[in-house]
């Protein structure tokens, strides 16, 4: 269908699918992440919320920003790719700064989170998962405009 057809029909066009070929790959990881970030953070807080507050608050915020950017990725459409962008700048900057604030400031983290290190705990996935979906968003937001 046509975005003239739509008109004609009434039909919402569909939105442009973000999870396709390494999309999928962002997603899977990206869901993953969520799993990982969140469960981890939920038992810390129920359980040793008074040894590292912050530490795990931080977790439970990766968790968050993990889940609305599979949210994001798996809705599609132009919207949801310029709020994975936001999110995925704002999940690096994240990573970047409380990486360096550990390295910088151990004793402000007396436990790990999930941006501990540049997320060393978790494989620099943290660190790496960003940069490489602000790098597909992008391309494939040229690819689209393209065809």
Request: net charge neutral; with cysteine; charged share 15%.
């Amino acid at each position: 269908m046509t975005s003239g057809e739509a008109e004609v029909t009434g039909a919402q066009p569909k939105p442009a699918r973000l999870i396709s070929g390494p999309g999928l790959l962002l997603v899977w990881l990206y869901g993953v992440m969520v799993v990982g970030a969140v469960s981890r953070s939920v038992y810390q807080i129920a359980t040793d919320f008074d040894r590292a507050p912050l530490a795990y608050s931080l977790s439970a915020v990766a968790g968050v920003v993990y889940g609305f950017i599979t949210y994001s990725l798996v809705r599609g459409g132009e919207t949801a790719r310029r709020a994975a962008r936001v999110c995925c700048a704002a999940e690096l900057a994240g990573v970047l700064a409380v990486g360096t604030w550990t390295l910088v400031e151990p004793s402000a983290f007396p436990d790990a989170t999930v941006w501990s290190d540049y997320g060393m705990g978790y494989l620099f996935i943290p660190v790496l998962l960003p940069v490489s979906a602000l790098y597909w968003l992008r391309k494939s937001a040229r690819q689209q405009d393209a065809g």
